[in-house]
């Protein structure tokens, strides 16, 4: 599309989104018990991680909403002749 930015500008971030997405499909698919999630002792799924991941996710959201203002404010997606 031509966006002014990176789509992901931290690897963090991909990392975040990507971990959030398997988490989900995991306990969507019947591949990881639901009672595991939140809890302190497994790896990758307590409340602290799963909040970083979120926060991180929402930066992401950001960044991809301010370029999308970028692009329309800029009128990128005008095509040039």
């Known amino acids: 599309m031509g966006l002014p930015e990176q789509a992901i500008p931290r690897a963090p971030l991909e990392v975040s989104l990507n971990a959030l997405s398997t988490l989900r499909n995991d306990i969507a698919h019947g591949n990881a018990p639901?009672?595991?999630?939140?809890?302190?002792?497994?790896?990758?799924?307590?409340?602290?991680?799963?909040?970083?991941?979120?926060?991180n996710l929402e930066?992401?959201?950001?960044?991809?909403?301010?370029?999308?203002?970028?692009?329309?404010?800029?009128?990128?997606?005008r095509i040039s002749a």
Request: a negative charge; zero cysteines.
């Open 59 to 77: 930066r992401l959201i950001d960044h991809v909403a301010l370029a999308f203002h970028e692009y329309g404010k800029s009128r990128l997606y």
């Open 34 to 55: 639901i009672g595991e999630l939140f809890h302190p002792d497994v790896p990758g799924k307590s409340a602290r991680q799963i909040e970083a991941h979120l926060e």
